[in-house]
């Protein structure tokens, strides 16, 4: 089974540029997570889709980043324009959609290390 | 609101000898929780969760954790440390709002002298 896909691993921008990430799921994963991870500290949540709807995006700085996930497959997250704080590591993980209350294990991909200067 | 606070940012430890990585959860509700491990470049891999069955909770790679309610904690132990051990270890507990959102603390990171 193919892992959680992430592209491109590294990129490094000047302050105020743009920049995009994608991601591409495990298949059959209906729920998809971007997580901001600055070096020094754990994974913290920016956005949760189930399916193509946003399930939680209240961590995510809506006046410079934005995510889609239009066909409820793959997924994009932006940042523009970029800030020296936002260099960091960006994780995307997917997890299978269940029922009731049990575990829903996220797996993750490598990762994007951004570095704006 | 759930939370877990990792004791250390840095330990190290000799070849071999035992490892403990500290986690201390706050929860007002039984919580279910996770150990992750992530390697330099890599993503984050799941090492062993608890979900209120057995306390004591096998994992890969040989490591355990041990839950103790009256303890809040969920220390991470391995008998015995291997070089290839050396990465960032972080503790997580599911959010009691949303059973598919995880939170995670601010990571510990393992040495293997050798």
């Known amino acids: 089974e193919a892992g959680v896909a992430q592209s491109p691993r590294y990129k490094i921008i000047e302050k105020r540029q743009s920049v995009a990430f994608w991601c591409n799921p495990i298949?059959?994963?209906?729920?998809l997570y971007w997580y901001q991870q600055i070096l020094g500290q754990g994974p913290k949540l920016l956005i949760q889709?189930?399916?193509?709807?946003?399930?939680?995006d209240s961590q995510l700085p809506k006046d410079r980043f934005s995510a889609e996930r239009l066909k409820g497959v793959d997924s994009t997250l932006k940042i523009q324009p970029a800030k020296l704080e936002d260099s960091a590591v960006y994780l995307c993980?997917?997890?299978?959609?269940?029922?009731?209350?049990?575990?829903?294990?996220?797996?993750f991909g490598p990762g994007t290390r951004l570095t704006v200067t | 609101a759930q939370s877990v606070t990792q004791l250390g940012s840095h330990v190290s430890v000799s070849e071999g000898a035992l490892v403990l990585l500290r986690c201390n959860y706050s929860s007002s509700v039984p919580p279910y929780l996770f150990w992750y491990v992530q390697y330099p470049n890599q993503g984050l891999q799941l090492l062993l969760k608890?979900?209120?069955?057995?306390?004591l909770v096998k994992g890969i790679n040989g490591f355990e954790a041990e839950f103790k309610k009256s303890e809040t904690s969920f220390h991470l132990t391995k008998p015995s440390a291997h070089m290839s051990d050396a990465a960032e270890y972080f503790c997580a507990v599911r959010s009691y709002s949303s059973a598919s959102k995880i939170i995670f603390g601010s990571g510990t990171r393992l040495s293997i002298r050798p």
């Open positions: 608890y979900t209120s069955a057995a306390t």
């Open positions: 298949s059959g994963h209906a729920t």
């Open positions: 889709f189930q399916n193509n709807g946003v399930v939680d």
């Open positions: 993980a997917s997890s299978f959609l269940g029922t009731g209350t049990g575990l829903y294990e996220q797996y």
